[in-house]
């Protein structure tokens, strides 16, 4: 079974550009979230969505959003890059009722 | 989501076992211990859970104390593959994704 994958591995913009990063769950998972890790802040909770609806949401500002297709499949957009924005961006998925399963993320950086 | 503690950074001798520390003090009654870790440059990777009794898999075991206010993981035959940060959390079983990861323990398996 294919794991979580995650499109763009890598991924340079500039301050001010947005940037849409692509998750695609493992196959009969519904729930995707995703997370930003840097080395300052460690891993921190963005969103999750469930059914194409969004569950849970972190502590981010609007510049970060996300969207879940039918197919479970998801986007996370950023707009309006800053440089602090440089992070390591995770997704992950699970079925309902069992621990999550982490992609090997997109490094985005923004310059 | 309770807060847990972790010591920085741990060595362990190849072969040996190595036995990483978590203490997680205020853990409500309903709240599971989940235990993550993190190659170099891959997403964090699943372990193993528990809630009260000690658990055991083909990658780990878990000891929970009976007060259930510290656990141990134990990886009983370290390899250089192991070396990794280690994540303690602890959470309701698989309510939300919202999940807090502190700093974890950077663990040096030594040749």
Request: charged share 20%.
């Amino acid at each position: 079974k294919a794991g979580v994958t995650q499109t763009p591995r890598y991924l340079i913009k500039t301050r001010g550009q947005q940037v849409t990063l692509s998750c695609s769950p493992i196959s009969g998972h519904r729930s995707v979230s995703w997370y930003q890790q840097t080395p300052g802040q460690g891993l921190q909770f963005l969103f999750e969505y469930f059914s194409e609806t969004q569950r849970n949401k972190g502590n981010f500002p609007g510049r970060f959003s996300g969207r879940q297709f039918s197919n479970s499949r998801s986007e996370m957009n950023v707009s309006t890059l800053e440089l602090g924005d440089s992070a390591l961006y995770l997704c992950a998925s699970r079925p309902e009722g069992a621990p999550l399963h982490f992609g090997n993320g997109t490094r985005l950086t923004v310059t | 989501d309770a807060k847990t503690t972790q010591p920085p950074s741990m060595d362990c001798a190849e072969g040996r076992a190595a036995n990483l520390p978590c203490n997680h003090s205020t853990i409500s009654g309903n709240e599971y211990v989940y235990w993550y870790r993190q190659i170099h440059s891959q997403g964090p990777q699943y372990i193993i859970h528990g809630l009260k009794n000690n658990e055991t898999n083909e990658m780990a075991s878990l000891i929970i104390t009976e007060d259930r206010k510290s656990s141990t993981l134990i990886l009983p035959h370290a390899t250089l593959r192991d070396t990794a940060v280690y994540y303690c959390i602890v959470r309701v079983a698989n309510r939300d994704d919202k999940i807090i990861f502190g700093k974890g323990t950077r663990l040096h398996i030594l040749p």
